[in-house]
């Protein structure tokens, strides 16, 4: 039978491997990952609990170490929106930059065309 340590360990690492493998796909969960938070506190009860109970593997330390970081990052990188934020179909600020080739880039230049903008979301 498995042991409540290795469970609560299982729950935390596949939890976390969810959410990685979201953040590589560019499918980053939502400003408020009730689902991820759940599960974390799930990982981390269980592990207390073994503890409690006098179990003897590390496997419960272990995970509630990694789930109590997990979530406290969870919780503490919220991100807030702006009410005058760029939404889809809004027209783009003026901005300028560098290209990786070290030419200057303006995004007048993109005026008429279909464009993609792509924002990567850290959240973690």
């Known amino acids: 039978m498995i042991s409540l340590g290795l469970l609560s360990f299982i729950v935390i690492l596949s939890t976390m491997s969810v959410w ?19 599960l974390y ?13 006098g179990s003897e593997d590390s496997y419960s ?3 509630i170490c990694i789930g109590t ?12 929106l702006k009410n005058d934020s760029i939404k889809i179909g809004n027209i783009i600020p003026t901005f300028l930059g560098t290209l990786e ?3 200057s880039f303006d995004s007048s230049s993109l005026a008429n065309k279909r464009v ?3 924002f990567y979301r850290g959240f973690w």
């Open 101 to 103: 080739t070290g030419k």
């Open 41 to 53: 506190l799930f990982g981390i009860c269980i592990g207390i609990s073994s503890l409690w109970m």
């Open 20 to 38: 990685l493998w979201r953040c590589y796909k560019v499918n980053i969960p939502p400003s408020k990952p009730y689902k991820f938070i759940a």
């Open 69 to 80: 970081l997990l979530l406290y990052l969870i919780l503490t990188s919220q991100q807030k």
């Open 61 to 63: 330390s272990v995970a």
């Open 116 to 118: 993609i903008i792509k």
